[in-house]
């Protein structure tokens, strides 16, 4: 294909969408309108996860130990914790911090009615992966020097759970989803190219080869993707900002600081913009090329 009918082929798709502006108006609208749901839909489901990974880091384990061990022998128990490939932190609180702390917490007539200081000393310890929970507390309980162990296997069971049931469902949406709106925008653009079936007729009578006649509504599909995406990026955009400042409004302390990476949702509705307006329009010029 050589230079005249490069331009040739760009210059009669950008000529076609103006001459066409409603058709290739409602294309991008419907390409906006379908990749912007899509785009929510694969955000809120991201923001979802990043909550869902964050959760376990808030379940703590502790550990008690027993009466009459030394503060030399809980050093080696927590230095030996501490070297786990599990464990991320392990945190020391004596009894009498404890004690301090119960006593500022609960009302006075509790703690003045106890004889003595009841608690002994703990560890707090936060493990890498909440999965791990189970095996390292079974791990610690058998150590000698510990009395007893405190965690959150049962919550963090859930969660698990909760992150399995929450990836498969993303998956499944967003496959329908994309399906749908391939579909929906096939639809619109065979509209479209419906509507200048005699520019494709006349075409081919004056002996325009299929690439040629196709090549200007590929480019227009891929522009309108382009168009369409960025369309949709706008909306995502306002949409999420006004539902942060919402929820931040209600929830000050309730979600964690990840800010949803806006490059990356722009590249990928960019290309799968331009991938379906390409692909779709090529298919939609098929029954008019006679190519299947």
Same mark, same amino acid.
């Given at each position: 294909?050589?230079?005249?009918?490069?331009?040739?082929?760009?210059?009669?798709?950008?000529?076609?969408?103006?001459?066409?502006?409603?058709?290739?108006?409602?294309?991008?609208?419907?390409?906006?309108?379908?990749?912007?749901?899509?785009?929510?839909?694969?955000?809120?489901?991201?923001?979802?996860?990043?909550?869902?990974? *964050?959760? %376990?880091?808030?379940? =703590?384990? @502790? +550990?008690?130990? /027993? !009466?009459?061990?030394?503060?030399?022998?809980?050093?080696?128990?927590?230095?030996?914790?501490?070297?786990?490939?599990?464990?991320a932190k392990v945190t020391f609180t004596s009894k009498e911090k404890a004690w301090d702390l119960a006593?500022?917490?609960?009302?006075?007539?509790?703690?003045?009615?106890?004889? *003595?200081? %009841?608690?002994?000393? =703990?560890? @707090? +310890?936060?493990? /890498? !992966?909440?999965?791990?929970?189970?095996?390292?507390?079974?791990?610690?309980?058998?150590?000698?020097?510990?009395?007893?162990?405190?965690?959150?296997?049962d919550e963090v069971t859930i969660l698990l759970k909760l992150q399995t049931g929450l990836r498969v469902?993303?998956?499944?949406?967003?496959?329908?989803?994309?399906?749908?709106?391939?579909?929906?925008?096939?639809?619109?653009?065979?509209?479209?190219?419906?509507?200048?079936?005699?520019?494709?007729?006349?075409?081919?009578?004056?002996?325009?080869?299929?690439?040629?006649?196709?090549?200007?509504?590929?480019?227009?599909?891929?522009?309108?993707?382009?168009?369409?995406?960025?369309?949709?990026?706008?909306?995502?955009?306002?949409?999420?900002?006004?539902i942060m400042n919402y929820v931040k409004s209600v929830i000050p302390l309730g979600m964690t600081n990840?800010?949803?990476?806006?490059?990356?949702?722009?590249?990928?509705?960019?290309?799968?913009?331009?991938?379906?307006?390409?692909?779709?329009?090529?298919?939609?010029?098929?029954?008019?090329?006679?190519?299947?």
């Amino acid at each position: 294909m050589n230079f005249t009918i490069i331009e040739f082929v760009v210059q009669e798709a950008f000529v076609n969408m103006v001459r066409n502006k409603l058709m290739t108006l409602a294309a991008v609208a419907t390409m906006a309108l379908t990749l912007a749901i899509l785009g929510g839909f694969g955000v809120m489901g991201w923001k979802l996860e990043r909550e869902v990974n *964050a959760l %376990p880091a808030k379940f =703590e384990m @502790k +550990v008690y130990f /027993k !009466d009459g061990i030394d503060h030399k022998r809980e050093q080696v128990v927590q230095n030996k914790i501490s070297q786990s490939p599990h464990v991320a932190k392990v945190t020391f609180t004596s009894k009498e911090k404890a004690w301090d702390l119960a006593k500022s917490t609960y009302d006075k007539a509790i703690t003045q009615g106890l004889p *003595a200081n %009841p608690l002994t000393d =703990e560890l @707090k +310890v936060l493990l /890498k !992966d909440a999965a791990m929970t189970e095996d390292v507390s079974s791990w610690l309980r058998n150590l000698p020097e510990v009395d007893e162990v405190v965690d959150s296997r049962d919550e963090v069971t859930i969660l698990l759970k909760l992150q399995t049931g929450l990836r498969v469902a993303g998956a499944i949406l967003t496959l329908v989803l994309l399906i749908a709106s391939i579909v929906i925008i096939h639809n619109t653009i065979r509209l479209t190219i419906s509507a200048r079936k005699e520019d494709i007729r006349i075409m081919q009578l004056i002996g325009a080869a299929s690439a040629t006649i196709r090549t200007p509504f590929v480019l227009e599909g891929v522009v309108q993707g382009l168009l369409g995406a960025a369309v949709a990026l706008g909306l995502l955009w306002a949409v999420m900002v006004a539902i942060m400042n919402y929820v931040k409004s209600v929830i000050p302390l309730g979600m964690t600081n990840s800010p949803v990476p806006m490059g990356i949702v722009a590249l990928v509705l960019a290309v799968i913009g331009m991938l379906i307006g390409g692909v779709v329009s090529s298919m939609s010029l098929r029954r008019y090329l006679k190519e299947g």
